[in-house]
């Protein structure tokens, strides 16, 4: 019995076979190989051009321009907030990197006349009028005091204490007052790095917020309703970071320039506070 069905299966399967494997093809295939053809992309998805298949709308490259002209009123006003606290913050590190350049130099210029052996009488009359930098400032103001303590004749030894300590003191608030006008426009600096991040991150949410309302109103979660939003909330991010990274950058380093002109301010002033009393206790003598 099995024979006979296997004999019949196979006579069944070359009488349908034989009329395919008889019909040759009447000449070879002229076009050009599968493999090198471009296929269409299905639609809704973005081909090399940059052309969305199906939505007619072409989302390859995204102008700036365009992005921001297209993008929700509130991130638009996120980002104009970031780019007006990113140009606020360069113009402070403008100021301040040029105002700390030009203290420094002043400063090396007024020690190496300072040590180069002339009189203090000299060096107030050559700085008294040229009171631009903090250390001439706090050289004039110990020079005023010393004097003052002259003006009623003879220094008696009881009075010596009392000098000194006017004369430190007087450097001492000079040296304050000179750091806060130094520490000026830090603050910005800070806030901008601090809060910059945050408000790019909340033009981030709303971008993509606008995104989910976009796929729910057109029921289409294709790239031509996605990107948009998407693109909106990555350029509010790349904003907020644009201003926050050189305001962070720019008042780690502010910051040590002036603690490290404060400390050279304050060495000069212990030499200068020792000299006065040198003298004062030869005087008294």
């Not at 706090?138 to 003052?148: C, K, S």
């Not at 993509?208 to 509010?236: C, K, Q, W, Y």
Request: glycine share 8%.
């Amino acid at each position: 019995m099995m024979p006979r069905l296997a004999a019949a299966f196979f006579a069944l399967f070359f009488a349908l076979a034989m009329p395919a494997f008889a019909q040759a093809p009447e000449a070879a295939p002229t076009g050009a190989p599968a493999e090198t053809q471009a296929l269409a992309p299905p639609p809704g998805v973005i081909d090399a051009s940059g052309a969305a298949t199906g939505s007619g709308a072409s989302i390859g490259s995204i102008a700036v321009v365009d992005m921001f002209v297209k993008a929700d009123p509130l991130v638009k006003g996120v980002m104009i907030l970031l780019v007006l606290a990113s140009l606020w913050s360069w113009t402070i590190i403008f100021n301040k990197f040029t105002a700390m350049s030009g203290l420094t130099r002043k400063a090396k210029k007024f020690e190496k006349t300072f040590w180069s052996g002339q009189s203090l009488d000299e060096l107030y009359q050559q700085f008294g009028a040229a009171n631009d930098h903090p250390m001439t400032a706090m050289f004039i103001a110990a020079l005023r005091e010393w004097r003052r303590a002259f003006e009623g004749g003879a220094v008696r030894e009881s009075q010596v204490a009392g000098i000194k300590e006017r004369i430190d003191k007087a450097m001492n608030v000079t040296i304050l007052r000179e750091t806060d006008a130094l520490e000026k426009g830090l603050g910005w600096l800070a806030t901008i790095g601090a809060v910059a991040p945050f408000v790019g991150l909340f033009g981030t949410v709303w971008g993509i917020m606008n995104s989910f309302s976009a796929i729910a109103a057109r029921h289409d979660t294709t790239l031509a309703v996605v990107a948009p939003g998407i693109a909106e909330a990555l350029f509010a991010t790349a904003a907020g970071l644009f201003a926050a990274i050189p305001a962070v950058i720019f008042y780690n380093r502010f910051v040590n320039e002036i603690g490290r002109y404060t400390n050279s301010l304050d060495a000069f002033a212990d030499e200068f506070s020792a000299i006065l009393s040198r003298q004062l206790d030869e005087k008294v003598r």
